[in-house]
């Protein structure tokens, strides 16, 4: 069965509170399983790690090596910092999407320069929690599949 690693980044355990009018009223564990039914339609599984510490996600993306099928990564700010994050999904062969709730693009300059969109097959951004949905179709499609079994 296709298995998908959903990583999500510093202080996205705070989403529902944390700047609503930016990131919306939704939590992690909503949008957690928005992922998993849309995985779950393509009849892939999906699991989540969300980590503050850059070391502790480096480590989930040298495990899915071998293990999972894609990541779908919302890497928060270390999007915009972690050459340790780029190196790590350099050596990840599955399928990559990066997926963020915000525009990065339209916001601060430093959020402009993602240091992980080379090394991903594709970034999703600005759609709020559709984004996530987008990022499981977006494997879906990469990986081939194209219905639930
Ligand atoms: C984010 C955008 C990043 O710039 C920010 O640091 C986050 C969230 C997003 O999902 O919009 O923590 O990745």
């Known amino acids: 069965?296709?298995?998908?690693l959903l990583l999500s980044g510093p202080n996205l355990n705070l989403l529902g509170t944390r700047e609503p009018a930016i990131y919306g009223t939704a939590t992690l564990d909503d949008h957690v399983e928005h992922a998993t039914s849309a995985a779950a339609s393509f009849g892939a599984t999906l699991h989540h790690l969300q980590s503050n510490h850059e070391g502790v996600l480096i480590e989930a993306i040298h495990a899915a090596r071998g293990v999972d099928d894609a990541i779908i990564m919302n890497a928060g700010a270390f999007t915009h910092t972690?050459?340790?994050?780029?190196?790590a999904l350099s050596a990840f062969e599955g399928v990559i999407v990066e997926v963020h709730l915000s525009n990065p693009a339209a916001r601060e300059p430093f959020r402009h320069t993602s240091v992980l969109a080379p090394v991903a097959h594709g970034s999703i951004a600005g759609f709020g929690a559709l984004s996530y949905v987008l990022g499981v179709q977006a494997v879906a499609n990469l990986l081939g599949?194209?219905?639930a079994p």
């Open 145 to 147: 599949i194209t219905q």
């Open 1 to 4: 069965m296709t298995s998908i």
């Open 82 to 87: 972690s050459w340790a994050i780029h190196d």
